[in-house]
């Protein structure tokens, strides 16, 4: 399945790095997909899992889940069946 767009949420991530999530892929265990951007690389792509864990990047590209706006997101994502 693709990744279904979602209106992006501006947040960071634990080390404090912009990030932003603009989708939900409802079939991969990463469900959240969008963007960080860090220091050394500029803007890279990011999928994170459920609990803000971000695949195959450092522990400060994790996001900080502590946002209304991000629960949302997840709860969004389960209900997808994520």
Do not use: F
Not at 14 to 20: E, K, S, V
Not at 21 to 33: E, R, W
Not at 60 to 76: H, I, K, Y
């Amino acid at each position: 399945m693709a990744t279904i767009l979602i209106a992006p949420v501006v947040t960071q991530t634990t080390d404090g790095y912009p990030a932003q999530v603009a989708g939900i892929d409802p079939t991969n265990h990463d469900c959240l997909v969008g963007t960080i951007d860090t220091p050394g690389m500029g803007r890279v792509d990011a999928r994170w899992n459920d609990a803000g864990i971000c695949r195959d990047k450092s522990e400060s590209c994790n996001l900080d889940m502590r946002t209304p706006e991000l629960a949302d997101v997840v709860q969004t994502a389960k209900k997808l069946g994520a």
